[in-house]
């Protein structure tokens, strides 16, 4: 059960008052969340999912003017309640039988003019509108932010130094997920790439082909609805010299994106130092081989940014870049704060690059070199 419920109020008044404000701007009268993001986002971190595999989940709730409902089933309403805390928050439960469950969204807005995160007959979708939201954290989210973030940094060291020559990428695979998920983090998105598959795939399904010598971990775990994102590289034996050169750029690249991910600047502008850092390394084009990330939340990119985004970057807000040329990438989450960014997937017995960025250092991981 959660505690500190006058935090979590506090929090939950002021989404509310950004739902009602997106009323007032579309002429809604009613909103119906049924995404797991914006479900946990909307309730400070409750998970309304049974099937990982589906976006949406098993309670939704319908916001009006004047009222807030949980609407789910009898399986999942007592978990809802206790567990999640929903009753605390003061939400209305309108509860039906598994076994006849009726639709009350359509009774609940008889007459209304409503809005709808996904798709449904008689709705508005505003899903691109209640996306907008989402950012910035708030205070309360940045410290569950910085939670798992630690979880997801442990996890993903742990797994990494235990990588071994003649394990499967199904078996590193399994190793990362054993690790994160035994702290209460889910790996929602779990890649590993061994040997040259790293240099042929920037999004690796594991396959059962087996370590030799190198090994790249990519990992998004997902608590409380929020995401972090992290990737390290182990290599066995001598780095070699080609190898240990493209760290250094999508380091250096990863250290410019960081650096510029300022309020009064916008995603476009953070990209466009990315595509001037690859230029200037002699890879003006690896660019478009891959996304450069974007923002982060309650989605692993809230916002994927290109070099037309005009997002605007804001105090408080996540962002995890990933610059990457085949054979090296380089990943952290990072937190916009008032005098600098917040590295938060930093382990601090990793090995490191410290590189300098006008009148800062910034610490980027180096590859793990086992010898």
Not at 225 to 242: E, K, Q, Y
Request: one cysteine or more; charged letters at 25%; hydrophobic letters at 40%.
């Amino acid at each position: 059960m959660r505690s500190n419920q006058t935090t979590f109020n506090s929090e939950l008044s002021l989404k509310l008052e950004r739902i009602h404000g997106l009323l007032t701007h579309c002429e809604l009268d009613a909103l119906l969340l049924q995404r797991f993001s914006n479900f946990a986002w909307a309730t400070c971190g409750a998970a309304c999912y049974i099937n990982t595999a589906d976006s949406v989940g098993n309670a939704n709730l319908l916001i009006t003017r004047d009222s807030r409902f949980v609407l789910t089933d009898n399986i999942e309403s007592a978990r809802l309640m206790q567990e999640e805390g929903l009753a605390d928050q003061g939400w209305e439960f309108l509860v039906s039988p598994w076994y006849e469950r009726k639709d009350k969204v359509f009774e609940l807005t008889r007459g209304m003019k409503w809005g709808a995160d996904v798709g449904v007959h008689g709705a508005q979708d505003i899903s691109k509108e209640i996306a907008c939201l989402r950012p910035p954290l708030t205070s309360e989210e940045g410290d569950r932010f910085r939670t798992l973030a630690t979880l997801c940094a442990a996890g993903m060291e742990q797994a990494a130094r235990a990588v071994r020559p003649g394990l499967s990428e199904y078996q590193i695979a399994g190793m990362l997920s054993r690790e994160v998920e035994s702290r209460g983090v889910q790996a929602v998105v779990n890649l590993i790439a061994v040997d040259e598959r790293i240099f042929s795939f920037r999004h690796p399904l594991p396959t059962a082909k087996e370590l030799q010598k190198y090994a790249m971990l990519i990992l998004c775990g997902r608590k409380w609805g929020l995401i972090c994102s992290v990737t390290r590289l182990v290599h066995f034996g001598a780095l070699p010299d080609v190898v240990r050169r493209k760290a250094e750029i999508v380091a250096r690249i990863d250290a410019e994106m960081i650096a510029a991910t300022r309020p009064n600047s916008t995603l476009g502008d953070v990209f466009r130092k990315a595509q001037d850092a690859y230029a200037a390394a002699g890879f003006p084009d690896e660019w478009k081989l891959h996304h450069q990330g974007g923002s982060a939340g309650y989605m692993p990119r809230e916002v994927t940014a290109t070099p037309a985004s005009t997002d605007p970057i804001l105090l408080g807000q996540a962002f995890a870049w990933n610059p990457s040329i085949a054979g090296a990438k380089s990943e952290d989450t990072i937190l916009v704060g008032e005098r600098s960014n917040e590295i938060l997937t930093e382990m601090a017995d990793w090995p490191a690059m410290e590189i300098e960025v006008g009148d800062q250092i910034i610490k980027r991981p180096a590859i793990l070199e086992i010898v």
